[in-house]
């Protein structure tokens, strides 16, 4: 991969590599660092570094009908401190700490030396994270307590000092996006110099502000349906487009591909770099890739592993679901005339898969006597290949560089279909939809409406753009943060279980080693059609999926609220008082 030198431009120097060793960069020299402006931009990269988003991974991305796996979230067992993510005392690591680094560097860069266009760019950028910092804790929490200059006492002051109490939801998100407004006023929208690629632009504070007003207007946080907020998401969403699209973004001509073209990708509006180099050092492998892809395909592997319900889920090539008529779905060849996004997302058994550099590789994952011929089986039958990089060598894969896109111009459109739907302009809504669908490859259909149902009301365009998302965004750690804040879990999830399927070999049809002798030579229609049983097996064996309504707003963990006596629980856990809809 290639030399990314944000986060990483200065190590070089003795004096940056000191700066961005420390864990709190307070306490280093500040007239050196707000009067040094490669030292400055050293303190910035630590922000990036402390601040980027990852490759999505844990709980959150499980609880969905995309991958299985054992979720207390699923069970309906959550404990007041199972959602830890607010902090109890202020380090590096956690949300407050960070904050505490941001805060620190916005309050004393007006008193350096450097000048006022470098300091504004620097602190815009900052002021990002920021905002994102504080985004994450909202959308779990609702409304925090606001703290936007740096905590100095120490001891039982700095204790007291501490203790404040949470500003409402409104508040913290009108906070939020006044940090983004300074953001998207003070970058650049897009980057002079190549070796800035992944700096903040101001098309991407742009989008990231439509997002979080899009969800401030969904109904996890507007059930009254207020049409002000679906206003403000679309003028967000409207201002990103306008500021994108005049930087050169847009989507990228190829689904599959999007995931392998780095600097400048024309889709990649918000992106964490991997594989950055320190001297001949490598650092910052994403590990997504290594782990998704079968073990014997690289060094470890096999999770994020596709549901039936998401195989399932994919339209066919026509832009119809597979349930609707003249779809033309064959449950026994469930993988033909699917969206082309079917076969970038899915490996599935008998699929040719582009990967170790292996463009006819055969993935074979049936059952003969129960017994799988994978060296180690799939537990659903299926592999997630989205992002999978196709000409990583096994032995390579360790150490895969590629990029996590945290926002794509795919859900910038989305996001702005949303938001004019939820205003009732509905053809602006379409003709987002329609050019996400025209990048996927899904047939155009007499009307051109490539699928989709036409004169939609307001609410079944709500649903086909979730849908879309559904498709579009598959394993990119999207689908549980949709569900929620469209309160969909009890709806789409809850008293249900997540399946696989066994994919059987017909033993009086063919001996195995016959089959096994001729497989990557035959059809696979008449594989499927001549020699496969498809079962299905069910993967939640220990309950039901039970989602429960407090979920919507996460308590906050008793340490933190022993810590700081000011803070209210949340409603609707014990001694909960606090409105998170206010």
């Known amino acids: 991969m290639r030399h990314i030198p944000i986060l990483l431009i200065t190590l070089a120097l003795s004096s940056c590599q000191d700066v961005l060793e420390k864990t709190d960069l307070s306490a280093f020299n500040e007239q050196q660092v707000f009067n040094d402006s490669l030292l400055a931009r050293a303190y910035v990269d630590y922000v990036y570094d402390q601040n980027l988003p990852v490759w999505p991974t844990g709980d959150f991305l499980k609880c969905s009908d995309e991958i299985a796996g054992e979720t207390r979230f699923f069970e309906g067992t959550v404990q007041l401190n199972t959602v830890a993510d607010f902090g109890t005392a202020v380090n590096a690591t956690n949300n407050y700490g960070k904050i505490r680094s941001i805060n620190q560097f916005l309050l004393k860069t007006p008193e350096g030396t450097l000048s006022q266009a470098y300091k504004n760019e620097l602190m815009a950028q900052v002021t990002f994270f920021r905002a994102h910092r504080y985004y994450e804790l909202v959308r ?22 501490a203790a404040i109490p949470r500003s409402s939801t409104s508040e913290s998100v009108a ?20 070796n800035d690629w992944g700096r903040i632009t101001s098309g991407a504070a742009a989008a990231y502000k439509g997002r979080i007003l899009l969800n401030w207007a969904s109904p996890q946080f507007n059930p009254q349906d207020l049409p002000e907020r679906w206003q403000a998401a679309y003028d967000a ?30 889709e990649a509006v918000w992106v964490t770099s991997y594989n950055n180099l320190v001297g001949d050092q490598v650092s910052k492998n994403q590990g997504y890739d290594n782990s998704t892809r079968p073990s014997y395909l690289g060094t470890a592997g096999g999770s994020n592993q596709p549901t039936w319900e998401i195989v399932q889920a994919f339209p066919m090539k026509n832009g119809k679901k597979i349930t609707e008529a003249g779809s033309g779905y064959n449950p026994q060849l469930f993988y ?13 058994n008998g699929a040719t898969w582009h990967i170790n550099g292996n463009a006819n590789y055969r993935l074979w994952t049936y059952l003969v006597d129960n017994k799988t011929v994978e060296q180690k089986a799939t537990n659903t039958g299926f592999y997630a290949r989205k992002a999978i990089d196709p000409n990583l060598a096994t032995g390579a894969v360790v150490n895969s560089g590629g990029d996590w896109i945290e926002l794509r111009y795919a859900e910038v459109l989305l996001n702005f279909a949303e938001a004019a739907c939820g205003i ?69 999830l809850n008293g249900k279980t997540r399946t696989g399927i066994d994919i059987k070999l017909k033993t009086n049809a063919i001996t195995a080693p016959d089959f096994a002798t001729r497989r990557d030579a035959m059809p696979l229609d008449s594989a499927y059609l001549r020699y496969f049983e498809i079962v299905p097996r069910v993967l939640d064996t220990k309950y039901k999926i039970n989602w429960l309504p407090e979920y919507y707003y996460f308590p906050i963990p008793p340490a933190a609220l022993a810590n700081n006596p000011k803070l209210e629980q949340t409603a609707g856990w014990p001694s909960g008082t606090f409105d998170p809809l206010r």
Do not use: C
């Open 140 to 161: 779990l929490y609702g409304g925090v307590p606001l703290i936007l200059e740096p905590l100095e006492g120490v001891g039982q002051e700095a204790k007291d000092e």
């Open 175 to 194: 906070q939020i996006v006044k940090d983004l407004d300074f953001s998207i006023a003070g970058l650049p929208g897009r980057w002079a110099n190549s």
């Open 336 to 348: 033909k005339n699917r969206d082309p996004r079917f076969d970038q997302t899915i490996a599935f």
């Open 424 to 492: 009732n302009k509905l053809q602006e809504a379409y003709d987002q939809l329609i050019a996400v669908r025209k990048r996927a490859g899904i047939d155009a259909g007499a009307d051109g409406m490539y699928g989709l149902k036409p004169k939609m009301t307001r609410q079944e365009m709500f649903d086909a753009i979730l849908y879309e998302r559904q498709i579009e965004f598959a394993f990119e750690g999207k689908r549980f943060w949709d569900l929620r804040r469209w309160k969909k879990f009890e709806t789409v």
């Open 237 to 266: 969403n409207k201002q990103a487009i306008d500021l994108l699209s005049a930087n050169g973004f847009r989507l990228h001509d190829n689904f599959q591909k999007l995931w392998f073209e780095e600097a400048n990708n024309p």
